[in-house]
């Protein structure tokens, strides 16, 4: 089966500082999202992204956070100046259509650590 | 918006002994219903879903689910869990109304298969 693909697997930065995380979705797939766990919470949707655009964001997708498809492979999720509470699990996805019942595959996630 | 309950935060079991999960959502609307895994160290792999029709709904490794619309419930159930079913269970809805596709989560059911 198709996989998409996360890396870092772990990130560590300074409070403050910018990290980009990176995601390469599944090869012909048109839709990708953005999801976030803090540790003992739930998965929480950030954002989703159609045809270079935001599609839908949550109230947690503040300025602080922006994403890219800088290529025609990978798509990135950038926090321009993190913060404590930033610290989570952050997992990419895809899916061919944006559907409500449309599958997303899901990747295997980047721990990020903001000290 | 919709939300996602999950009641059991851990559960243990002995190999051979059946299991259900349960998950309550909260919505207005109509939703389409999921149920995701993840196995230590993998990403996030869809178990089974519901859109409409048979209640009942089957899906990989031996797991079904029954979506009882009167009780607002899609719990995941299984009739005899073995040691490599060791992962987090996660229950997910989003709406069907429109074509927001973002995923609602539930916070997640840790299931330890003892041999």
């Known amino acids: 089966e198709p996989e998409v693909t996360q890396t870092p697997s772990h990130q560590v930065t300074q409070m403050g500082q910018e990290v980009i995380l990176r995601c390469v979705p599944i090869s012909n797939h048109l839709y990708f999202y953005w999801y976030r766990q803090i540790l003992g919470q739930k998965v929480e949707f950030l954002v989703s992204?159609?045809?270079?655009?935001?599609?839908?964001k949550s109230e947690i997708f503040d300025d602080q956070f922006s994403v890219e498809r800088p290529d025609g492979s990978n798509f990135t999720l950038k926090i321009r100046s993190t913060k404590l509470e930033d610290s989570a699990m952050y997992f990419c996805?895809?899916?061919?259509?944006?559907?409500?019942?449309?599958?997303?595959?899901f990747g295997p996630g980047t721990r990020l650590t903001v000290l | 918006a919709q939300s996602v309950s999950q009641h059991n935060h851990h559960v243990i079991l002995s190999e051979a002994a059946s299991l259900e999960l349960g998950c309550n959502y909260s919505?207005?609307?109509?939703?389409?219903l999921f149920w995701y895994v993840q196995y230590p160290g993998q990403h996030l792999q869809l178990l089974l879903k519901?859109?409409?029709?048979?209640?009942l709904v089957k899906g990989i490794k031996g797991f079904e689910a029954e979506f009882i619309k009167s009780k607002f419930s899609f719990n995941l159930r299984k009739p005899s869990v073995q040691w490599s079913d060791t992962a987090e269970y996660f229950c997910a809805v989003n709406a069907r109304d429109g074509t927001a596709s973002k995923l609602t989560f539930g916070t997640g059911t840790r299931l330890q298969v003892t041999l």
């Open positions: 992204f159609y045809n270079n655009e935001i599609s839908e």
């Open positions: 519901y859109f409409s029709g048979d209640p």
């Open positions: 996805a895809s899916s061919e259509v944006m559907t409500s019942g449309s599958r997303q595959f």
């Open positions: 919505y207005g609307g109509t939703v389409n």
